[in-house]
């Protein structure tokens, strides 16, 4: 069964698959020392937003996201944090 999140007057399940690709696609994931201050980052900054990180893999030159959020997180200026950093 599936996840349901309550709020005053709403009730959401909110799921997104972001996939970020490296700028060329250069194979830069395969450092596990990189991969894993990759992942720690993306939890400090979905922290600081309300977001759930549920799960995320790299390969050489991608990262998956599988994420929940509320309705009311501003999800583009998410993103972008995750890609500008």
């Known amino acids: 069964m599936k996840e349901l999140n309550k709020t005053a007057n709403a009730v959401y399940s909110l799921r997104y698959h972001l996939i ?4 060329y696609r250069k194979d830069v994931f395969n450092n596990d020392e990189i991969v894993e201050a990759l992942k720690n980052f993306n939890n400090s900054i979905a922290g600081d937003y309300g977001v759930e990180i549920i799960n995320q893999e790299c390969g050489v ?5 599988l994420i929940s959020t509320k309705p009311s997180t501003d999800l583009c200026k998410f993103i972008n944090i995750l890609k500008g950093h």
């Open 61 to 65: 030159d991608h990262i998956h996201l």
């Open 20 to 23: 970020i690709v490296v700028k």
